[in-house]
């Protein structure tokens, strides 16, 4: 089982809609979470981090922690053609190591 | 300086060859990670330095590769006798604290091509 898990996609939304990104982590001792998008050709940028169980919002983003299940998810309201990129899940496990998922590929269509 | 930097941006090697990586992490971040990304693949951990403890090397892929961090700054990543799975972004962060609450900031990543 590896560590940090998402859907490889690519998930393909219209304009305007939401879009749902997800992630599982193995590690039940991690305590933060993060999403960060990766462009073609560039590195990864931090989008959310969220610690607590629950919702987390920023503008168009929001962030949901469910550490019992050991699920967390990425919420893009209102998608933008601009939102297109991969989406990566990234876990701090409990002895420091950040450790991303494989990543999610977004394609939001005009 | 401002941001994480890493050199060379591209590097062209040939099969056998011996690499060095080098990563310079955001002033007073005490945390630097590793890791290696392949054509449409996930970002794969590599290895972790947290201030002076002894680093994670769990995520190295075999004995050819190797890495140090000295004076708790530079990094550089060495991949020995290089061979063209090898070819990939290899991508360093940093972060300002080893607690794993803190963001962690890319460098540009250097593209290694094996040929």
């Known amino acids: 089982q590896k560590e940090v898990e998402q859907n490889s996609g690519p998930l393909s939304v219209p304009e305007g809609a939401i879009a749902s990104l997800n992630c599982t982590y193995s590690d039940r001792g991690s305590q933060s979470f993060f999403w960060y998008r990766q462009y073609s050709g560039k590195s990864p940028e931090l989008i959310m981090f969220i610690y607590s169980n629950g919702d987390k919002e920023d503008g168009r983003f929001t962030a949901q922690l469910n550490k019992a299940s050991q699920y967390v998810s990425l919420l893009i309201r209102d998608s933008q053609p601009s939102d297109s990129a991969t989406y990566l899940c990234?876990?701090?496990?409990?002895?420091?190591?950040?450790?991303f998922g494989q990543g999610t590929e977004l394609s939001v269509k005009p | 300086g401002a941001g994480v930097s890493q050199s060379p941006s591209n590097k062209v090697t040939e099969k056998g060859k011996d690499v060095e990586l080098r990563c310079d992490p955001i002033s007073g971040h005490t945390a630097l990670y590793w890791y290696r990304q392949s054509l449409g693949q996930g970002l794969e951990f590599l290895i972790y330095?947290?201030?002076?403890?002894?680093?994670?090397k769990s995520g190295l892929p075999s004995d050819r590769f190797s890495a140090e961090r000295t004076g708790g700054s530079v990094s550089t990543l060495t991949i020995q006798r290089t061979q063209q799975e090898d070819s990939a972004v290899y991508l360093c962060?940093?972060?300002?604290?080893?607690?794993?609450?803190?963001?962690?900031?890319f460098g540009q990543g250097t593209r290694l091509t094996v040929v």
């Open positions: 962060a940093s972060s300002s604290a080893g607690t794993g609450m803190t963001e962690a900031f």
């Open positions: 330095f947290q201030g002076n403890s002894a680093p994670d």
């Open positions: 990234a876990v701090y496990n409990q002895g420091g190591k950040l450790i």
